[in-house]
């Protein structure tokens, strides 16, 4: 069983006999009453979402029976993903709501690991942090260091991040796939 306490994003949890994966959460103490957990919830099966909240250290869920295997990002057809198997050869496709944004770092030939829940596939599983190339930035500004800040990027997927100044296009870097942010340029 899971405790409000071991709640993070994309977590996989069991509510009301179904698997659900946890897209945001947020720990509330309010000054009277008690403390809870508001979360929003998708339906591994369905890809409905929910509101739910819970009581902070009281509700409990429960773990839901997934398997997963490692496949093979093939190719997408513009509303399916297609993945394979390395062992078995087998293929599956999943639409673009079960890929939802991680379609943001399948880079064909990848390794992914696909949820199964109750013999189907019904989502992905990214590492944590992926290499992308920069294909669109804004030209290097030299002296505009002071504020720390940066420019924003177009990376090969499509997804668009914020890097520092120095980073030019053709250039590698590794991406936290669980915040979408710029973690550093790969040498």
Same mark, same amino acid.
């Given at each position: 069983?899971?405790?409000?306490? *071991?709640?993070?994003?994309?977590? !996989?949890?069991?509510?009301?006999? @179904?698997?659900? =994966?946890? #897209? ?72 673009? *709501?079960?890929?939802?944004?991680? !379609?943001?770092?399948?880079?064909? @030939?990848?390794? =992914?690991? #696909? ?73």
């Amino acid at each position: 069983m899971y405790q409000t306490t *071991d709640f993070r994003k994309g977590l !996989k949890i069991e509510y009301e006999n @179904n698997a659900w =994966v946890i #897209v945001d959460f947020q720990h509330v103490n309010p000054g009277k009453g008690s403390a809870f957990v508001r979360t929003k919830i998708k339906n591994l099966e369905t890809g409905k979402v929910l509101d739910v909240t819970f009581k902070a250290g009281v509700d409990k869920v429960g773990i839901p029976d997934l398997a997963f295997t490692q496949m093979q990002y093939l190719y997408s057809d513009g509303t399916s993903y297609f993945f394979m198997d390395n062992n078995s050869y087998e293929q599956v496709s999943l639409s673009q *709501d079960e890929v939802d944004e991680a !379609k943001y770092y399948l880079i064909e @030939n990848s390794l =992914v690991r #696909v949820t199964y829940y109750k013999g189907k596939a019904v989502a992905i599983e990214l590492d944590n942090f992926i290499d992308l190339k920069v294909v669109e930035t804004q030209p290097n500004i030299k002296g505009d260091t002071s504020g720390g800040g940066g420019k924003p990027a177009v990376l090969e997927t499509g997804l668009t991040v914020t890097v520092p100044f120095h980073i030019n296009v053709g250039d590698v870097v590794k991406i936290d796939t669980r915040k979408d942010k710029y973690v550093e340029k790969v040498k």
